[in-house]
């Protein structure tokens, strides 16, 4: 017994080993942590199970039947994050640089298939050179697999990729169809073909730090949801975001104790807004101010800045912020924005997370780099994502709601449940300057009558009452009050059951 024991400890060794001390410590010199230390910092000590070890490729080609390492080059199994469920694979770059193989593939599908019959998170830690060359279409096969998983989880539990590494050919296409990648500055890039390919196919000479490293990909292209300084604070803020999402669409968002009291009142807010309407503040400001404890975890916080997403929470339980940033070109919607908090309404819709939302927006991005952008398309897209919608949904309009963007921002004609304003609200078609010009073009020469109907207009529509008389805004509260009156509409919301019309799916704009 005691051999069979310690052949068992010796094929466990071996695979903990990966591909060996020096490649850990090339790893450990580019300034990267190791698959299973990765690991081990994402999950609860000791939590970590892992599966399928002693699996290895079965390749026969170049030379493969002699070279393999148990485990073949990604480490998978189960653990917890503050004692709740998550399934993980960790691509281990020391193991034929983390390339993909259909038996490392068939690992990862094992996982996600877990994870979706459980109801449980899936967090991809990647650091890979794309498909293993060696293998050939097997590995293309096995990328399909997990892409069909990815799809098939899509709103059924959360997918997380985290990009440790180089994140290549094959290898992008996976976090692409989670919902939220993140990167480690100056250690990790994305792309579909490198700078080699991009030099060969049209001209350019570019690094890979300038094509696709976390700077490009959370400030520029928008596809990843936030950039972390090491592997360390990737991972503590990946635990710390799990604390904030249920583990399924089959759950509500978990509850965790808040010492904050839900009727406290904050004198600063009622004059956060300036009272001239073009000076900008800061809407962060109002959501650390509202949410519990002022905890905020913003997804996207480098990208289309002049919206706000993110989760805190309300008496304990998650909610959805979404906010306009008028430090940010004015709060305008653009094609950034637009993109940016579509997306984050539907994870929020289909994993039954509130939403709240903080209104100051004085209409569309105006501008041929917008219209010949898409515009159109992708500020349709908030539209949708809002409109479909059947999570609660609580707005309030601080100051400005203009034109289209004022129906866009969760509107009482969008099913928002419960619709207050600040009595600083101006909710009209548009400014009062552009609408006097307009419909007042005939006295455009005399300044004196246009200032006289610009204070008409103002004095008429740059205030609530008119959204309110009409029944648009439910309340016109103290912004004091906010987290009271927030708290209060989501607790009379918990028994909210809608359902949208059956249908095979949506066609939302994209
Ligand atoms: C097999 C690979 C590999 C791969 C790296 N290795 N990529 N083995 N298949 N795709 C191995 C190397 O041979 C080496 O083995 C070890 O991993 C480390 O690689 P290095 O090149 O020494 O590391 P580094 O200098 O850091 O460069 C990392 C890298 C580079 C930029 C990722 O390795 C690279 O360019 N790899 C190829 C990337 C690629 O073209 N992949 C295919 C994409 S096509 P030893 O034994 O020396 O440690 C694709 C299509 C799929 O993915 C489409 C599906 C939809």
């Given at each position: 017994m005691k051999e069979i024991v310690a052949q068992l400890e010796a094929k466990r060794a071996e695979a903990r080993a990966g591909g060996g001390p020096d490649r850990i410590a090339r790893q450990h010199a580019k300034g990267k942590l190791s698959a299973r230390e990765r690991i081990n910092l994402l999950l609860?000590?000791?939590?970590f199970e892992e599966w399928d070890m002693f699996v290895e490729h079965r390749c026969n080609d170049f030379g493969m039947d002699e070279n393999k390492f148990p485990g073949d080059g990604v480490v998978t199994g189960w653990g917890t994050v503050n004692g709740r469920i998550v399934y993980v694979f960790s691509k281990d770059f020391t193991v034929f640089g983390g390339s993909l193989s259909l038996a490392h593939a068939a690992k990862i599908v094992k996982v996600q298939r877990a994870a979706a019959k459980i109801g449980a998170p899936v967090i991809g830690l990647f650091d890979a050179g794309g498909?293993?060359?060696?293998e050939g279409v097997d590995s293309l096969a096995g990328y399909a697999d997990i892409f069909m998983e990815n799809v098939l989880s899509s709103g059924v539990i959360p997918q997380i990729s985290v990009i440790m590494g180089p994140c290549a050919g094959g290898d992008v296409y996976s976090p692409a169809m989670t919902d939220f990648i993140f990167m480690v500055k100056d250690t990790s890039y994305m792309f579909v073909t490198g700078p080699d390919v991009v030099k060969t196919v049209t001209n350019e000479n570019v690094t890979h730090e300038d094509l696709g490293g976390a700077r490009v990909h959370s400030q520029?292209?928008?596809?990843?949801?936030g950039a972390f300084e090491n592997d360390i604070e990737a991972l503590q803020q990946i635990r710390r975001m799990i604390d904030f999402l249920p583990s399924s669409n089959r759950e509500k968002p978990p509850v965790i104790k808040s010492f904050d009291d839900p009727d406290r009142r904050d004198m600063s807010l009622n004059t956060l807004v300036p009272s001239n309407p073009n000076t900008p503040y800061d809407m962060k400001e109002l959501i650390e101010k509202v949410a519990d404890e002022g905890d905020f975890f913003e997804i996207g916080k480098d990208f289309g800045k002049n919206i706000i997403t993110g989760f805190g929470r309300m008496e304990g339980s998650t909610v959805g912020f979404v906010a306009n940033q008028p430090m940010s070109l004015a709060g305008v919607l653009d094609i950034d924005a637009s993109r940016k908090a579509a997306r984050f309404v539907r994870f929020c819709d289909c994993f039954n997370i509130p939403i709240v939302t903080f209104v100051d927006v004085p209409g569309f991005m105006p501008g041929t780099k917008q219209e010949y952008g898409g515009l159109i398309k992708h500020g349709a897209k908030l539209l949708f994502a809002f409109a479909e919608a059947t999570v609660p949904k609580v707005t309030v309009i601080t100051r400005k709601a203009y034109g289209g963007a004022y129906d866009v921002m969760s509107s009482k004609h969008l099913r928002g449940d419960v619709n207050f304003a600040w009595p600083t609200a101006e909710i009209a078609v548009m400014g009062a300057k552009g609408a006097v010009e307009i419909i007042f073009r005939a006295e455009a020469g005399d300044p004196d009558k246009l200032a006289e109907r610009t204070k008409e207009y103002e004095d008429r529509f740059a205030n609530p009452y008119v959204a309110a008389s009409r029944g648009y805004i439910d309340d016109v509260i103290m912004p004091q009050n906010t987290r009271h009156r927030i708290v209060r509409a989501l607790r009379q919301l918990r028994g909210k059951d809608v359902t949208n019309p059956p249908k095979k799916h949506d066609n939302i704009p994209l």
């Open positions: 609860d000590e000791g939590s498909a293993r060359i060696q520029k292209s928008g596809v990843v949801d």
